[in-house]
């Protein structure tokens, strides 16, 4: 009988909860151990703004995981059990929960250290190193609690960044009832997910409802008893400075790869921060793999290195780990395509691909297109607006957003092209569904296409 | 100074309004004469059941382009017009309004002559060569209104064919307070566009609400003083009869394309009755282009020949019929995916590539996956439910059907994969969007792959 495999994974978030999954529907025999600093299995962090909205009704149904159902899969599951050390030499990990010590040996270790909150440079933010009260970030479910517990009607909310995070915080801060501010340091809010030309209505329809400064930097908290009573933030321009009276604060700035241990048995770090992984999601490091938002791969239409942020990716790399590491064989596509959605305000966008500012080594055509949902003649019909970008040379579709109804069902259609290297010459005749009360004969999606085709078609003249 | 290129269009429905738009934006100065037969310029047939309803408040509305729309577009354009015969020694049709005799000379000439309904055999449906009274199809606005005029709240009406117009007319008649019966003479409802698996459930659903008969033929109707009082069906397989009361009996049991004109001027008919184009929607007689429900094209799938009943398709032959035969280069794919869908009783259903029993030359295997359109954490998912089917060699993408949310948005996705001959195992890597509000981690669409190529991975072991 040959010894069982053994295989841990470091990081019970979505993308370790899925390696355990996976290694475990590849491998019934192997030992799986996963090492969790937190104090929940695999849960939903893309939930928390739900929960703390009260959509989901309570943090605890974030789960998607329990710890029983680890145990139930014969998965050796330690929660807050922290790493404190790889002996690559001996292939052991040894970890501490509490005053004890736990040491397992690997043949396969799968690193999803997950990541940090990025804190922007404010002054006073913390005082004897702390964060103020009020000030939080939002990562973990204690995160999520914490902010629910400081949200008061009638109050004012800050959030920094108007990534997709910062803007469904937004939206639920103003449901619940508060003044909302929004500080962004680029000038264009969502600038990861839409060019500028389809994020500029968003923001007019945003500052009916909130206020949004753009090319704004926080420079400087005050406080009262240690509690925030208020941001300077100043014009990135004019240097001109404002002061925002705010109750609570919240940091969606970005994150930094948590990549300690990864270093410590000479993983390759790439560019971005994070730990470089191929397509079967394995580091630079044999038989060990890393997942998630550790990590580092590849954009599929520039080439380029690609810090991982997103959850559906992370639990692609999971699928692809927990395989490879037990013995099968799952190859992920060259490179992520980057496909995202969101919804606040009312307000549905999507995307695939990289944004404008992401292609400029790429010669880029682009085209834009206002469609319904419905025929003309058909009552009801919710607005889509979608954008395609492709190759001038090849005409293959390179990227797309996409704002209104169905934005990311549409988006997942171009994402699809984008997969097989379709051009908008070809995508433009293709038969899309047509029924009245459900879509026009010629979807948006296809007339975006038409419009680069026909710009393509001009400069190749 | 050339002469003006002479254009004639023989039909304004979708596809010969169409055909006029393209041949118009393709060349500016070309001579464009439409011939239509009926009362009204280009309108959505499709929207006939809508109109009945009265989710579209007027039959009126239903004209895409008017008759003014043409004038302004120097389109001449010629209603309740009937082309009485094609002289193609010199190019000339002759046409007749009433009194008035038009003749007419060409240099592409493009058939959108449409198709007639299908009329089952019926005993005594005529009566001294008329339909019954209260018996009706649906196929123009004229058809449209009388249908409107007999409608009366609990009374009974009995529709003859399961397919979509049949239930998209059984639920219009069931808003109104009728009670409806549907009749169809194979053993599964919607039997182009679902497999009996798939459709299965749908049945069960449709007979909370309204009575259906599948496996059951039409054969006599029952009247007084010319009016439809009952309507005799019979088991296919048992030979048992039934009466069934009826007050107004919808006919809706498949077209037959009209090729009168075509087979004159000796354009080739195909095996499915329709007239044979290829992929720039010429017919087998040079500069003679056909369009719509009176063509025969190929399967994308199959390859076989088959006979186009879709609107949008016809839309997209216009198209190419338009730019080509006005001196431009617009090239269909080599087949069409028969993307579909409809929605009916508050089931959105969607469907792209053949039926199974359109397949069975081929390798096929398939598999489905019930899902939902959000995570299992976020109240308020609706079910869908999404079947693929593979070629077993290949592992290429062949068909796809979907039931429930957003089938149609996620059928365009399948379809995409289809058009570019993308293999469940590339497909089943697809990064859908995901956000909690939209959309799971991992769509329906691809773990209905995934199951397809778990199948087909144990089939080559």
Redesign the interface.
Known sequence: MTKARQIIIIGCG?SGGTTAQFARKTDRTASITVFESGKYTQY?K??LP?AIAG???EFQ????FSEDWFKKEHIDIHLETSVEEINFEQRRVIAKKGSERIEKEFDALILATGAKPWMPPIQNIKKNGQLLQGVYVLRTINDGKQILAQIKKGKKATIIGAG?IGLEMADTLNKKGMNVTVIEALPTILANTLDEDMSEPLLLALQEKISVYTNHLAIRAEEQYGIITSLIIKEKTTGEEKKIQTDLLIIAAGTKPETTLAKTIGCIIGKTGGIQVNETSETSVKNVYAVGDCTEYRDYVTNEPLGIG????G??QGIAAGVNAAGGTYV??PG????????FFGM?I?A?GPVKQNCLQLPVVSGKYKGSSR?????GGEPIVIKVSAHEKTGCILSAQAVGS?A??????????I????SVE??R???????????P???T?TLACDVVSLKLARKRR
């Open positions: 979505a939903s893309c939930g739900y959509t989901i009704s149904n974030l789960i998607e997709l997103l959850g559906s990716i639990v692609r992920l596509p992520v395509l980057l496909t995202r959605t969101s919804e549905e999507a695939v025929p003309d003649y058909f009552p169905n990311a069902q549409r988006i997942n259609t171009l994402a699809c092209a997969l097989g290297r379709i070809e995508f005749k293709l038969e899309t569904a047509y029924a009245p009360p459900i879509a004969t010629l979807d999606v």
